[in-house]
């Protein structure tokens, strides 16, 4: 503003005359003292002024974009250099810092809120992100730096225990009350790369299933299924058959989905294919760089499984996506419709265990080792699958299972032994001789984490252990 | 006489009932409203912004305004808090990975002074999907047990999918909102 006043005087045609006269010169030095002075009690003035009534609604706004903005600014440098100094004080007094900040934070949102009637929308929108990117960080460093407190229900359970029941349960019950509550985790895939995951939902009872913490793998997904978690995933492919529920996503890059459900949510994602047959309009938030297309998946019985999901039919809602992050009538700049020359074709995943087995005899010699030892973990999920059923199939049902079981698992010797080149004068027999060991160890590892989650599903449909 | 004390007039004649749903989205909410009131709940897009529904339950009249829970919008949330008698707060029990959001949020709005005097139900959602917490087990990880004593609360299993628990739930919201504002009838 001084300097606004400095170039508007100095503009003048007359000032340059005054400048030469020394009684003036002098005079003009003290207006401008004068007004840079009056600048500064004003804008002290009104910062007292807000943090003394920071409640009041009169409070002031200064109707000029570059005033607010400068103040915004100001705000957020001094927030960010609390931020960095809280790493260095002194651990007891993190926690009033902290808050210090926080209220900090809090005046910063005010700011905006109250100016936000004069602002272009462009701004407000920037400095909203600002905010809460400043919040978020804070948040990351309380956690960082305040220890958590560990949830846990001591004290109720040990009061009342004691008068309702017996000692003799009360010792019992003791070690769960030890381990707190665990929320147990659902079937699902997790923690893998680079790999083919697949799972056949058909005639297992599945509720939801989780898929998190993927990179670079493909995922198929056969028969339905009443709910589907998605989060954190890189660089995959996810094709899945109808959800009869909702899909909820969260956190992907540079993923296709091809998905068919009641309901699909999508949080925080970038740079992503989504080809979609939905019932309702999909919603994005947080997210850019996303594309739709219609569903365009195929495989042996998905038409009967669609219709009984209600999903037959195309609604062409998927190229009606609603973004939470863009209320307004314009195409949201987040998404796009997929075009036509650049969408997947058909895409055919009726990945029966016997083409899979055919395919891999073209794959890349150097991965045929990890391929086969998938191959191999299928085929003991498939071992599983008539396990579990058993007891309600026909006898004649499970005796041809197992032996197209034992067929397969035949087969898949004979195509290693093919594919993989025997290795001799090697000393690492010894496999051979430990795998009788492991085994049984493996299997105990499998179960412990049951036991100490009481409420897991027994026959959760994993792929465990894979070798 | 004042328009305010005319529409307390009304409002004590017509028996009226605000009750407010809120949850993280893809609780069911919309679901769980579009079921009690007998509708199709077979199409059902994201909330953006809100629903009003107005049900007559036994003499009561109830406004039920169902109001979108995406993470963008919850911050709208406190325009709809003033004059709230019941809470409706809806957990998707078979979403176990943000089981801690869902506390969060609840802890958040329990904080606030307008919501201070009203009856909070808790419905645990999805109990028809296999793999779904039991509600004494969403009760634990809520920690509902530390809530302020002076709080009228009940959690309830249900699943809009079925219909199952929706009536027990809102039964006892209308009854123990009733009891505190028409003591007298």
């Given at each position: 503003?001084?300097?606004?006043?400095?170039?508007?005087?100095?503009?003048?045609?007359?000032?340059?005359?005054?400048?030469?006269?020394?009684?003036?010169?002098?005079?003009?030095q003290?207006?401008?003292?004068?007004?840079?002075?009056?600048?500064?009690?004003r804008?002290?003035?009104?910062?007292?002024?807000r943090?003394?009534?920071?409640?009041?609604?009169?409070?002031?706004?200064?109707?000029?974009?570059?005033?607010?903005?400068?103040?915004?600014?100001?705000?957020?440098?001094?927030?960010?250099?609390?931020l960095?100094?809280?790493?260095?004080?002194?651990?007891?007094?993190?926690?009033?810092?902290?808050?210090?900040?926080?209220?900090?934070?809090?005046?910063?949102?005010?700011?905006?809120?109250?100016?936000?009637?004069?602002?272009?929308?462009?701004?407000?929108?920037?400095?909203?992100?600002?905010?809460?990117?400043?919040?978020?960080?804070?948040?990351?460093?309380?956690?960082?730096?305040?220890?958590?407190?560990?949830?846990?229900?001591?004290?109720?359970?040990?009061?009342?225990?004691?008068?309702?029941?017996?000692?003799?349960?009360?010792?019992e019950?003791?070690?769960?009350?030890?381990?707190?509550?665990?929320?147990?985790?659902?079937?699902?895939?997790?923690?893998?790369?680079?790999?083919?995951?697949?799972?056949?939902?058909?005639?297992?009872?599945?509720?939801?299933?989780?898929?998190?913490?993927?990179?670079?793998?493909?995922?198929?997904?056969?028969?339905?299924?009443?709910a589907l978690?998605?989060?954190?995933?890189?660089?995959?492919?996810?094709?899945?058959?109808?959800?009869?529920?909702?899909?909820?996503?969260?956190?992907?890059?540079?993923?296709?989905?091809?998905?068919?459900?009641h309901?699909?949510?999508?949080?925080?994602?970038?740079?992503?294919d989504?080809?979609?047959?939905?019932?309702?309009?999909?919603?994005?938030?947080?997210?850019?760089?996303?594309?739709?297309?219609?569903?365009?998946?195929?495989y042996?019985?998905?038409?009967?499984?669609?219709?009984?999901?209600?999903?037959?039919?195309?609604?062409?809602k998927w190229?009606?996506?609603?973004?939470?992050?863009?209320l307004?009538?314009?195409?949201?700049?987040?998404?796009?419709?997929?075009?036509?020359?650049?969408?997947?074709?058909?895409?055919?995943?009726?990945?029966?265990i016997?083409?899979?087995?055919?395919?891999?005899q073209?794959?890349?010699?150097?991965?045929?080792?990890?391929?086969?030892?998938?191959?191999?973990?299928?085929?003991?999920?498939?071992?599983?699958l008539?396990?579990?059923?058993?007891?309600?199939?026909?006898?004649y049902?499970?005796?041809?299972?197992?032996?197209?079981?034992?067929?397969?698992?035949?087969?898949?010797?004979?195509?290693?032994?093919?594919?993989?080149?025997?290795?001799k004068?090697?000393?690492?027999?010894?496999?051979?001789?430990?795998d009788?060991?492991?085994?049984?160890?493996?299997?105990?590892?499998?179960?412990?984490?049951?036991?100490?989650?009481?409420?897991?599903?027994?026959?959760?449909p994993?792929?465990?252990?894979?070798? | 006489?004042?328009?305010?004390?005319?529409?307390?007039?009304?409002?004590?004649?017509?028996?009226?009932?605000?009750?407010?749903?809120?949850?993280?989205?893809?609780?069911?909410?919309?679901?769980?409203?579009?079921?009690?009131?007998?509708?199709?709940?077979?199409?059902?897009s994201?909330?953006?912004?809100?629903?009003?529904?107005?049900?007559?339950?036994?003499?009561?009249?109830?406004?039920?305004?169902?109001?979108?829970?995406?993470?963008?919008?919850?911050?709208?949330?406190?325009?709809?808090f003033?004059?709230t008698?019941?809470?409706?707060?809806?957990?998707?029990?078979?979403?176990l990975?943000?089981?801690?959001?869902?506390?969060a949020?609840?802890?958040?709005l329990?904080?606030?002074?307008?919501?201070?005097?009203?009856?909070?139900?808790?419905?645990?959602?999805?109990?028809?999907?296999?793999?779904?917490?039991?509600?004494e087990?969403?009760?634990?990880?809520?920690?509902?047990?530390?809530?302020?004593?002076?709080?009228?609360?009940?959690?309830v299993?249900?699943s809009?999918f079925?219909?199952?628990?929706?009536?027990?739930?809102?039964?006892?919201l209308?009854?123990?909102?009733?009891?505190?504002?028409?003591?007298?009838?």
């Amino acid at each position: 503003m001084e300097n606004e006043e400095e170039v508007a005087l100095s503009s003048n045609p007359n000032s340059n005359l005054l400048v030469a006269d020394p009684s003036l010169q002098k005079k003009r030095q003290s207006m401008l003292d004068r007004l840079s002075n009056r600048h500064q009690t004003r804008l002290d003035n009104s910062l007292t002024h807000r943090s003394a009534e920071s409640d009041s609604s009169s409070s002031p706004s200064f109707e000029s974009t570059s005033t607010f903005l400068s103040r915004f600014s100001n705000s957020k440098s001094s927030i960010e250099s609390q931020l960095a100094q809280c790493q260095l004080c002194d651990p007891t007094q993190v926690k009033s810092h902290l808050d210090q900040i926080s209220s900090s934070i809090f005046d910063l949102e005010k700011l905006v809120a109250e100016n936000s009637y004069f602002l272009p929308s462009y701004e407000v929108r920037s400095s909203l992100k600002t905010t809460s990117d400043l919040r978020q960080s804070l948040e990351f460093l309380s956690a960082e730096l305040l220890p958590k407190k560990k949830f846990s229900f001591r004290n109720k359970p040990t009061r009342k225990d004691p008068i309702a029941e017996p000692k003799g349960e009360e010792k019992e019950q003791e070690p769960e009350k030890k381990s707190g509550f665990r929320v147990p985790d659902s079937p699902g895939f997790r923690n893998k790369k680079g790999e083919i995951l697949v799972h056949n939902f058909k005639g297992s009872e599945v509720g939801e299933f989780s898929i998190s913490d993927l990179d670079s793998c493909e995922v198929r997904l056969m028969g339905s299924v009443r709910a589907l978690f998605i989060h954190r995933l890189r660089n995959c492919r996810l094709y899945t058959g109808p959800v009869t529920g909702s899909v909820l996503v969260d956190g992907v890059e540079g993923c296709v989905f091809v998905m068919a459900s009641h309901q699909i949510r999508i949080h925080n994602a970038k740079m992503s294919d989504f080809y979609l047959r939905v019932r309702s309009r999909p919603i994005i938030e947080d997210s850019c760089g996303v594309r739709f297309a219609p569903y365009c998946l195929t495989y042996k019985g998905i038409e009967e499984e669609l219709r009984e999901a209600s999903l037959d039919e195309e609604t062409e809602k998927w190229s009606n996506v609603d973004d939470f992050l863009w209320l307004r009538a314009v195409q949201s700049p987040n998404w796009s419709v997929l075009p036509e020359n650049e969408r997947l074709g058909l895409v055919d995943i009726s990945s029966s265990i016997e083409s899979q087995l055919a395919q891999y005899q073209l794959y890349d010699p150097t991965q045929v080792k990890s391929h086969l030892d998938q191959f191999s973990s299928s085929i003991s999920d498939l071992e599983k699958l008539v396990a579990y059923n058993s007891y309600f199939l026909p006898s004649y049902e499970v005796r041809s299972s197992l032996k197209t079981m034992s067929d397969l698992r035949r087969s898949l010797k004979v195509l290693s032994t093919e594919l993989l080149p025997k290795k001799k004068f090697s000393f690492r027999n010894k496999p051979t001789r430990k795998d009788p060991i492991i085994e049984p160890k493996e299997e105990q590892k499998e179960q412990e984490p049951e036991k100490k989650s009481g409420f897991q599903v027994p026959n959760s449909p994993c792929f465990w252990n894979k070798k | 006489m004042g328009l305010l004390s005319i529409i307390r007039k009304i409002k004590r004649k017509e028996k009226e009932i605000r009750i407010l749903m809120v949850g993280l989205d893809n609780s069911g909410k919309t679901t769980i409203v579009l079921r009690i009131n007998g509708e199709d709940t077979s199409v059902v897009s994201p909330t953006l912004g809100f629903n009003i529904k107005t049900i007559i339950y036994q003499k009561y009249t109830l406004n039920i305004w169902d109001v979108g829970g995406q993470k963008t919008i919850r911050s709208y949330w406190r325009n709809y808090f003033e004059q709230t008698d019941g809470l409706v707060w809806v957990v998707d029990s078979s979403d176990l990975r943000r089981l801690e959001d869902c506390k969060a949020e609840l802890d958040n709005l329990l904080k606030e002074e307008r919501l201070s005097g009203s009856s909070l139900l808790i419905l645990a959602n999805k109990q028809d999907i296999k793999g779904a917490l039991a509600p004494e087990e969403i009760a634990k990880v809520l920690n509902l047990e530390a809530m302020d004593k002076t709080r009228h609360w009940q959690i309830v299993g249900c699943s809009a999918f079925t219909g199952e628990g929706l009536l027990e739930g809102f039964d006892w919201l209308v009854q123990d909102i009733a009891s505190r504002i028409y003591v007298l009838d």
